[in-house]
Nanobody
Framework: QVQLVESGGGLVQAGGSLRLSCAASGSILSINSMGWYRQAPGKQRELVGAVTRSGVTNYAASVKGRFTISRDNTKNTVYLQMNSLKPEDTAVYHC????????????WGQGTQVTVSS
């Protein structure tokens, strides 16, 4: 079994910054891609950004240039640096990891709330 534990959410004013972290632990041989998704009330979950094991990244158009995703493979941890936050960034942010153990499994964190006030 694998657990993803997120931290770093909170309340911030528009224009501010937050840094999210997500640490994976448990039965892990390696982790392929890791990413962050978000879900706002009444909306579908959407990809925010993802990073491969080798460091290749991709982002949603709405956050490109403001958010940076990175990972530390030695710690099985993924980060999301969020700058110039906007009220429309308000959502629950979920970490995702494609974990290799005896097969490849898709795991999700419990989510962390990010609220941006105007």
């Amino acid at each position: 079994q694998v657990q993803l534990v997120e931290s770093g959410g909170g309340l911030v004013q528009a224009g501010g910054s937050l840094r999210l972290s997500c640490a994976a632990s448990g039965s892990i041989l390696s982790i392929n891609s890791m990413g962050w998704y978000r879900q706002a009330p009444g909306k579908q979950r959407e990809l925010v950004g993802a990073v491969t094991r080798s460091g290749v990244t991709n982002y949603a158009a709405s956050v490109k240039g403001r958010f940076t995703i990175s990972r530390d493979n030695t710690k099985n941890t993924v980060y999301l640096q969020m700058n110039s936050l906007k009220p429309e960034d308000t959502a629950v942010y979920h970490c995702n990891a494609h974990v290799v153990s005896n097969a490849v499994y898709d795991y999700w964190g419990q989510g962390t709330q990010v609220t941006v006030s105007s």
